[in-house]
């Protein structure tokens, strides 16, 4: 995002913390049809599905787990809190380990240790302990999402970065909607240790493939992990007014998403839809929808700019709650649809503007909006599902409402900055 678009400097900090990636005088980065660049797109695709399949499997059940421990949605939903507050606590120590150890290294013992630990979730023997290891798969997860934008960042030609980020969003969009659909229908079967089993064993499978496909770094040069350095890092990314904003964005836009999605099962099960769980696991098919939009980020910032797709991005995330409101599940289907179409566009857009505009510690800025991110989720999840338990569905409406208010307010003072520097 340049200052012409945003009205902020794009200038992180006049010393780097870390050694950075001078563009190579012949370009050898991976661009569309290029060596290697399918095989990255394809292993990044997959790393996405098997973090969110992991991160999210068990929103879709949370009415089962509350069935089988006397909780409310509220504690049930900590289940899904735990994950996201988990991975939120440690993308920055992850994304420095990143810095120092390679991105390819990072990610690979990232899903190495939260495949390990997803088997081992079907046998929690009560609430707490289930609380406990997907807080603990969650942390294991934080190794992912910031280390794989830095890769992208260092190994991809910049016109096409947009376009390479929002496919790793993609998958995460597959991943999310397979995880839950599956859980979903093998639940109603079996139950729920049995679903979030089998989301396990697919994600084990993702895991490897990853591993095989994603090409050697080319462009990554080790930094340091002095806290001294770190410290000043994350001190100049926070310092960026850009990036401030774009961590807020990123934050709220995860509110609303987190907050509809953890209840929207007790929504769908109860009077007046009533839906088997099967049923209702299935409407998680319309992640299909953020796939597309994700995919589609770069075409939608060259038409409208990069603020006037997120404009853009949270118009659409608002008509889809409002339509949710109606009794008619149709409506509520189609305001589903524009939610997830809203959110994964603004996040494509966000989080790839992240990554172009920290040009040193790439990593900890990715890091920094991962950390905003999945606070979001965490904080959309508990508020969404207190609300919920208030005032019904319409109290998590209100919430994801006031927050895409916010995603328009921040986006329009980086209106306002860029009017008054022109």
Partial sequence: MTPASTGASTRVGAVASVPSTPPPATETRMSPGGPGYR????????????????????????????????AGASDASWTVSAATGGLALFVLPMSALSERFGRRTVMT???????????????APSLGALVALRALQGAALAGLPASATAYLAEEVTPKALVTAIGLFVAGNSVGGMSGRVITGWVAQEWGWRVAVGVIGAV?????????????????????????????????????????????????????????????????????????????????????LVG?????????????????????????????????????????VLLGLVLITAGFF?????????????????????????????????????????????AGGWAGTVGVGLVAVAGVAAITLAGTRAAAKAA
């Fill in 39 to 70: 095989r990255m797109s394809l292993a990044l695709f997959l790393a996405g599905i098997a973090t969110f399949a992991l991160l999210y499997s068990t929103q879709a059940l949370l009415p089962l787990v509350s069935g089988e421990f006397a």
């Fill in 109 to 123: 013992a990232s899903l190495a240790v939260a495949v390990t630990l997803g088997l081992l979730v079907p046998f």
């Fill in 203 to 287: 994600a084990v499978a993702c895991a490897v493939a990853f591993r095989l496909l994603l090409p050697v770094p080319r462009h990554f040069r080790p930094g340091s992990l002095a806290p001294r350095v770190l410290a000043g890092t994350v001190r100049r990314h926070l310092g960026n007014p850009l990036l401030r904003r774009l961590f807020a964005i990123g934050a709220l836009f995860m509110t609303v998403f987190g907050g509809v999605y953890t209840v929207v099962g007790y929504r769908l099960t109860e009077a007046p839809f009533s839906l088997p769980q099967g049923v209702a696991g299935s409407v998680f098919l319309v992640y």
């Fill in 291 to 331: 796939t597309v939009s994700a995919s589609a980020a770069g075409r939608l910032v060259g038409r409208l700019g990069r603020r006037g797709a997120l404009y853009a991005g949270g118009a659409t995330t608002a008509a889809g709650l409002l339509l949710s409101l109606a009794d008619a599940l149709p409506l």
């Fill in 345 to 389: 566009a603004g996040h494509a857009v966000a989080s790839s503007a992240v990554g172009r505009t920290a040009t040193q510690g790439r990593a900890q800025a990715a890091a920094l909006y991962q950390s905003a991110y999945y606070v979001g989720s965490s904080a959309g999840s508990a508020v969404g599902a207190v609300a919920f338990h």
